[in-house]
């Protein structure tokens, strides 16, 4: 089976920095995918940055110019960097991973949701 483990949330200050990390255990041959959600309290889940296979990545214009996705392949490994936190970074932040492999011909079957780290942001 295939997990998605994130750290490194907790309570940080504003104007601030912040970085996530989410390692995919289990037996992974290679990831389309990978993805950083996030929920602040009374919202919608919302993508905020993903970043494929190839090194393209999207961040969101909730974050733009705070944040940075990266990720090391040979770890399984997808990070999150954001600075000058704002209040509005508070939330559960979540590791999505897509196009999940075991082996070079064969899919996981399924996309994968890390159980969420609390990132809360106080003055």
């Known amino acids: 089976q295939v997990q998605l483990v994130e750290s490194g949330g907790g309570d940080v200050q504003a104007g601030g920095f912040l970085r996530l990390s989410c390692v995919a255990s289990?037996?992974?041959?290679?990831?389309?995918?990978m993805s950083w959600y996030r929920q602040g309290p009374g919202m919608s889940r919302e993508l905020i940055a993903q970043?494929?296979?190839?090194?393209?990545?999207y961040v969101a214009d909730s974050v733009k110019g705070r944040a940075s996705i990266s990720r090391d392949n040979a770890k399984n490994a997808v990070y999150l960097e954001i600075h000058s936190l704002k209040l509005g970074d508070t939330a559960v932040y979540y590791c999505?991973?897509?196009?999940?492999?075991?082996?070079?011909?064969?899919?996981?079957?399924?996309?994968?949701w890390g159980k969420g780290t609390m990132v809360t942001v106080h003055l």
């Open positions: 999505y991973a897509d196009g999940v492999k075991v082996s070079p011909h064969d899919y996981y079957g399924a996309d994968i």
């Open positions: 289990g037996t992974v041959f290679s990831i389309n995918g």
């Open positions: 970043i494929l296979d190839g090194g393209s990545t």
